[in-house]
């Protein structure tokens, strides 16, 4: 079952129509406001996610699944600096049309990441960057990238987190529960959805609860680095 912001139950297809119908809405201004609102540092993970699924890949012939891809930055960073043959992946139309437009030489597919069109075992690296909080099922997102996955293959998972210096987690709070709607709520045109961002960052599990959340999907070798002070973390694991 899905969240609703409020916090009521609601199914798993409620929940996915929502989340896609919001993401239509501010698939225009996506891009601007995820580099104004984190004042570029996104770019920083994106590249620390590349340079981490780079070191795990198989030497030649790799391929890579980028899930919940939106407009495409982490696909494009993965296929320009890893050399392996990428494949983004989203449920949302308007952001996979804008990736389409940035780089023409990648396959964007439509899709849902709770069931991915692909056969098992299909992907040397699976990386998901700010989608995995936004499924219905966090541990059944974990079990469908494991799926995907070949043998010993790897998922690297970006995502929000909880910043580990109290002073800075309690900045952090403030910044997103009262500035950046109002922020992303003007520029946007969508106020709701920049408030449910804090939100669902809130519900999501921390660092070490994701990782254990990943052993039992099955994932092992499992580990995190936190990226600026925790406000993002990277959980990196191996199918067994």
């Not at 698939?27 to 070191?55: E, G, I, M």
């Not at 804008?98 to 299909?122: I, Q, T």
């Not at 499924?135 to 997102?141: F, N």
Request: hydrophobic share 40%; charged share 30%; glycine share 8%.
């Amino acid at each position: 079952m899905g969240l609703t912001d409020s916090g009521r139950k609601i199914s798993a297809e409620d929940h996915a129509r929502r989340v896609r119908e919001m993401f239509a809405r501010i698939s225009p201004r996506y891009d601007l406001l995820n580099h104004l609102l984190s004042a570029n540092v996104d770019k920083r993970w994106r590249r620390a996610v590349t340079r981490k699924v780079r070191t795990l890949l198989p030497a030649e012939d790799a391929q890579v699944l980028d899930v919940a891809c939106g407009t495409g930055d982490l696909s494009i960073e993965l296929f320009e600096n890893t050399g392996a043959k990428v494949v983004g992946l989203d449920f949302c139309r308007p952001m996979l049309e804008r990736a389409a437009k940035k780089n023409r030489r990648l396959p964007f597919v439509e899709g849902d990441a709770l069931r991915l069109p692909f056969e098992e075992g299909a992907f040397d690296a699976v990386t998901i960057a700010f989608g995995l909080r936004n499924l219905s099922s966090v541990e059944d997102g974990l079990k469908e990238l494991r799926r995907v996955l070949k043998p010993k293959g790897w998922a690297a998972i970006l995502e929000f987190s909880k910043p580990t210096m109290p002073g800075f987690r309690a900045l952090m709070a403030t910044y997103c529960t009262r500035l950046l709607p109002r922020i992303g709520g003007v520029i946007s045109g969508s106020r709701s959805a920049y408030e449910y961002l804090p939100d669902s960052v809130s519900r999501f599990p921390d660092q070490p609860a994701l990782a254990a959340l990943m052993r039992d999907a099955g994932f092992d070798e499992v580990a995190f680095e936190n990226l600026t002070g925790g406000i993002a973390a990277l959980h990196t694991g191996r199918r067994k």
